[in-house]
Structures are given as C-alpha cells and as structure tokens.
C-alpha cells in the first residue's frame, strides 16, 4: 500500500516532468519534481503515524491472529518507520529515469536489495533479532535507497535538481500529479487487498 501511494506521485509526476522538459519548460518540470517530493514526504509521515496509531486493528483485519501478532506487530511497527523512505527512494527514481539516467534509477533499487539481503542474515541471526532485525534491515535499506536518491537529485549530474528556495506547494500541479497517477495506485492498492482476502 506504501508503494501505491508512491507510485501516485511519483509514477504521477514522472510523465509531466519529462514533458515539461521536452518543452524546455525547465521551471515548469522543477515545480513539479518539488511538488511531488513535497507530497510524498508529506504522505510518507501521514501514513507512518496513522500505521502506528491504528496498528493492532489493521493487522488483524490484514489477518493476523492471536498467535501472529506479537510478530507481526513487532515487523509492522519499525518497518512504518521506514515509510518516508520507501516513498522517497519509490516515489523519486522516476525522476531520475525521466532525466535520461536508467542505470543510476536501476542502482537505486539495486543498493537497496544488496543492503537488505546483506543486513538480513546479521540482524536475524548474528544479533538474534529476529522478525524486528528483519524490519530494521528493510528500513535500513530503504533508507540507504533514499539517501541514493537525494544525493542524485541535489548533485551536478542531474539536470534538475531539488531545490526548495521559496517553496510553496501548488495545489493545482499536485493534481495534476496525483490524476495521472491515480491508475497506478489502484492498480497497486488492489493487488495489496488482493493478498490481504489471500491471507484470510
């Protein structure tokens, strides 16, 4: 569900940027890379403490039971802690494919998966963490992920660059984001509700 809300905003963006660019409209595509990192920050804490208040009843209702819980309680709570950057690293490698620089987006994933599965087996095992070092190592590749992203997006290589001198979000570029995404994050959000009957 955390990717469905990115793709909103990043799969959502992504296309209007590029368009903006082939228009040379360089200010028009910089207010939308803004607005979208704007909005994925924000939602990304929206939904980190809406998870964490309403935890319980949302695992339950997920499926988990009496005997589950204490598991995936212990998964689900540090994991939302890590749901900025899941939308940050989601939500803006987009951008950087948008700006010509595949190989750069596909090592943001790649950082990722290395780091977690490398992390994995020494939180679970080594440190005897278990379901929670399993969690810690996701966020903390998430957040190595992230860290990717946004030293990217604020370097010279990149053509645009995130800069939030006299910010001000636009609603109506927002919108415009979020309504070309919208097909993207029902298609995720469903497959999410799908697994969710599956586990019932």
Wanted: glycine letters at 8%; hydrophobic letters at 55%.
């Amino acid at each position: 569900m955390v990717t469905a809300f990115s793709n909103l905003f990043g799969v959502g963006g992504a296309p209007l940027c590029a368009i903006a660019r082939g228009k040379n409209d360089r200010q028009k595509a910089q207010e939308i890379m803004n607005n979208a990192f704007f909005m994925l920050v924000l939602t990304g804490i929206l939904l980190t403490f809406t998870g964490i208040i309403f935890h319980r009843p949302l695992l339950f209702l997920f499926g988990a039971s009496a005997a589950t819980y204490p598991y995936a309680s212990g998964y689900m709570v540090i994991y939302l802690f890590g749901t900025v950057f899941v939308m940050v690293s989601l939500g803006m490698n987009p951008y950087i494919n948008s700006q010509g620089f595949a190989k750069v987006g596909m090592k943001t994933v790649l950082l990722g998966a290395a780091v977690n599965i490398i992390l994995d087996p020494i939180f679970i095992f080594l440190l005897n963490l278990g379901v929670k070092g399993a969690a810690l190592a996701t966020i903390l590749s998430q957040f190595f992920s992230a860290l990717w992203v946004i030293r990217f997006l604020t370097g010279k290589q990149a053509e645009l660059t995130l800069d939030f001198r006299g910010f001000s979000p636009n609603l109506l570029c927002i919108f415009e984001i979020a309504k070309l995404g919208v097909s993207t994050f029902c298609m995720a959000f469903t497959n999410s509700l799908v697994q969710i009957v599956c586990n019932f």
